[in-house]
Structures are given as C-alpha cells and as structure tokens.
C-alpha cells in the first residue's frame, strides 16, 4: 500500500464548477499536511497547509480528519488557471524528515 | 527575491561520466532534499540535510550523493550515472522541515 494515496484522475471539469479531491496517508505518526500545485514540467508549489480545523483561502479550503487519516482539497468556481495536478502531501517525522508525495490528481477545467 | 536555484536546468550526459547538480538557497533554510521525479511515482526523496554537515538517506540513495558544507548550498553527485537516473530532479528547502518546502525549477536529466 502505498504511503500516501489519491485519485490520479484526470478530473475534466467546466469553468465555475467545484471540485473535490480526496487523499488517504498510511503513516498514523504523521504530522502536517499541505496541498502542493504542480503545473506542467514545474515545480511544485505549496498551495496550502491543511489543519485539523479545517482551513480556507478564497476559492480553496482543506481538510483533515486524522481519525480516517483523509485529506480533502474542495476548489469552488474553478478557473481555466487552475488546471494543473494536485499533490496531497504529508510530512513524517520520528527520527527523520520527510515528505512524502502522492502521486498527483490531475485537473483540467475547460471553458 | 527568496529562490531555490538549481543548475543546469536540462543536461544529457554520457553512462558512467561524474556529475554534479548544485542547489542554493537564499532563505537561510536549515532543511534541503533532493527528489526525483518520474511518471507513475510522483517524488521520491533522494538524500536530505537538516543542517550544515548533516545528511541523511532517504527512499532512493543508491547512486547518488551529496554534501552540505555551507547551509545555503546543497550539491546532489552522480558519480557514474546509469541510464536509470534519466529523470527529473527538484531541490527543495524549508525553514523548519514543517513549514512547508520551497522547489527549485527543477533539473531534467538524461543518461545515455
């Protein structure tokens, strides 16, 4: 199984419609979470931080239910700009630092 | 402005020829890793440092190493490169290790 897991997609969705992606993490030790963004051929880039409280910023908001060890991105009014893959990550610690990605949901808005 | 720099941004290199990728950092971040990145495994983490003279191995070592002699440099080395490491590599730093991690560009490596 692997560490951190989500829909790989693609999610094919119009302009102004909300979308959810959803992650899974294995590792019950883990201890922050964030969201990155990663445009083609870029570098990923931290899009948020997730808290257990939940967290939202403008169009986005996170969420983490550490009990289901599930992360949660909801994007409301998608944009064409927001096309990209998301990247649920986690950060272990124990001894060691670490983050470990999932393997990207893919998002494509189209007019 | 606060970057991650990496370079060469693309390099095509010989089976067996040493190589180096430099990383800098000009946020004073204590923590730098490399990753690679390939299609179908997302980033795996290669080697990270949590401070000057302090490296650790992380999911995929074999084949690569690295130094941290100054806090703001963080170079990844390819001793004798295999067509196995054509990937695409990203350095990245983070004030805290919990706060988040900046990227460079990324490098695209290709072994031949």
């Known amino acids: 199984r692997k560490e951190v897991e989500q829909d790989p997609g693609p999610f094919n969705v119009p302009e102004g419609a909300t979308v959810a992606f959803n992650c899974t993490y294995s590792?019950?030790?883990?201890?922050?979470f964030f969201w990155y963004r990663q445009d083609c051929r870029k570098e990923p880039k931290l899009l948020m931080s997730?808290?257990?409280s939940g967290n939202e910023d403008g169009r986005f908001t996170a969420q983490l239910n550490r009990a289901s060890q599930y992360i949660s991105l909801l994007i409301r009014d998608s944009k064409l700009s927001d096309s990209a893959t998301y990247l649920c990550v986690v950060h272990a610690m124990g001894g060691y630092n670490k983050l470990i990605f999932g393997a990207g949901t893919r998002l494509a808005v189209h007019p | 402005e606060a970057q991650v720099t990496q370079n060469p941004r693309y390099l095509i290199t010989v089976t067996g020829k040493k190589l180096t990728v430099t990383c800098s950092q000009n946020?004073?971040?204590?923590?730098m890793s490399w990753y690679r990145q390939d299609p179908g495994l997302g980033l795996r983490q290669i080697y990270y440092s949590m401070n000057v003279e302090v490296t650790d191995k992380g999911d995929v070592p074999e084949g690569y190493k690295v130094s941290r002699k100054e806090k703001r440099n963080f170079p990844l080395i390819l001793e004798s490169p295999s067509p196995n490491q054509t990937s695409l590599y990203f350095c990245?730093?983070?004030?805290?290790?919990?706060?988040?991690?900046?990227f460079g560009s990324g490098t695209r490596l290709t072994v031949v």
């Open positions: 997730v808290y257990s």
């Open positions: 946020m004073n971040h204590e923590y």
């Open positions: 590792n019950s030790a883990s201890q922050s």
């Open positions: 990245a730093s983070s004030l805290e290790g919990a706060d988040g991690y900046t």
